[in-house]
């Protein structure tokens, strides 16, 4: 179970570190490029886990939704957040649906 958070700590990183360049280089709002924080989340977890298990899907939901959550709060304020809660259920339920 270790290894499957840590590979979905590392998703989370790499997805917000995406969403952060894109909206940098690109310079628009774009808030459902969260949904990549999610996949990328889900993914690393059943990667380093090899294999799924639905108490990992689990914790690999409530880390998108902490990663994307606190990534659009970064970027957008807290207006913006909450007006894109859309896309952190969105990313909350790919990840849980990749990894377990």
């Not at 207006?79 to 809660?85: Q, R």
Request: hydrophobic share 60%; glycine share 18%.
């Amino acid at each position: 179970m270790g290894l499957g958070i840590l590979g979905a700590l590392g998703g989370a990183g790499v997805g917000a570190a995406i969403m952060v360049a894109f909206t940098v280089m690109v310079g628009i709002r774009f808030p459902l490029i969260g949904t990549v924080t999610g996949a990328l989340t889900g993914f690393g977890a059943r990667t380093l886990f090899k294999g799924t298990d639905s108490s990992l899907g689990a914790v690999a939901a409530v880390i998108a939704i902490i990663a994307t959550g606190g990534t659009l709060y970064a970027l957008f304020g807290p207006f913006g957040m909450l007006t894109s809660i859309v896309s952190i259920v969105i990313s909350a339920v790919m990840a849980w649906r990749m990894a377990s």
